[in-house]
């Protein structure tokens, strides 16, 4: 089945670091891929719809400076969160889908703690 | 406003019998609806999906029905086991641009 890889699965680092997490979708080309951000005990929330070649379309109450996106390539996309503070702590995961009425597939997730 | 919602945060059940899970929306006109898995840490595992125009869909132990008119979900997983022990999320996609919404999930406890 389709894979996709997410990197790093699990980052600690210090207030006002920015920090770039990879969503690669390793046997099929992603012309959309998707972020999501997980509280504990919460469902998926949706942060930005990734697009190759074009801007990401972030959603209502979503930073997008704060929040950087980057679909270089059919099969990656970043996340950038700049100058990360404590309540940035979170768990992001990434997905991707081969067409849009298709199921998506996910990262692992990567679980970043801002000290 | 737009809302999904799983019965209930958690659900235990004995090994060997059907569990039950419920996904129940409002002010959506889902295209389709999918259900996954998520085990703790990790990212969500698609299972199913059924379309509007479906009334079920199986895989193996696993059945699902889609009422548009109760505007509900109902995911079954028949003689449970506890490998089978995890969140399962419903989510619904109403077309457009791709966007799919997740419900918060229910916590699913086999016990032996």
């Known amino acids: 089945g389709a894979v996709v890889s997410q990197h790093p699965s699990w980052v600690i680092c210090k207030s006002g670091t920015s920090v770039k997490i990879e969503c690669r979708s390793l046997d099929f080309q992603a012309t959309t891929m998707f972020w999501y951000r997980q509280f504990p005990k919460q469902s998926l929330m949706l942060m930005a719809t990734s697009n190759e070649g074009s801007k990401a379309t972030y959603e209502q109450g979503v930073e997008k400076d704060k929040f950087l996106i980057n679909h270089a390539s059919l099969t990656l996309s970043t996340l950038t969160v700049t100058s990360a503070h404590p309540e940035d702590s979170s768990f992001y995961i990434c997905?991707?889908?081969?067409?849009?009425?298709?199921?998506?597939?996910f990262g692992d997730g990567t679980r970043l703690s801002i000290l | 406003s737009q809302k999904i919602e799983q019965n209930s945060e958690a659900l235990n059940i004995q090994e060997g019998k059907t569990a039950t899970l419920t996904c129940n929306y409002t002010?959506?006109?889902?295209?389709?609806l999918q259900w996954y898995r998520q085990d703790p840490g990790r990212g969500p595992v698609f299972l199913l999906l059924i379309r509007e125009n479906e009334k079920e869909k199986r895989k193996e132990r696993l059945k699902v029905t889609f009422d548009t008119t109760l505007k509900q979900s109902l995911f079954h997983i028949t003689a449970s086991q506890p490998a089978d022990s995890a969140t399962y999320l419903c989510a619904l996609y109403s077309g457009g641009y791709q966007k799919v919404t997740f419900g918060t999930g229910t916590k699913l406890q086999v016990i032996p």
């Open positions: 997905s991707a889908n081969r067409e849009g009425n298709q199921p998506q597939h």
């Open positions: 002010n959506y006109s889902p295209a389709y």
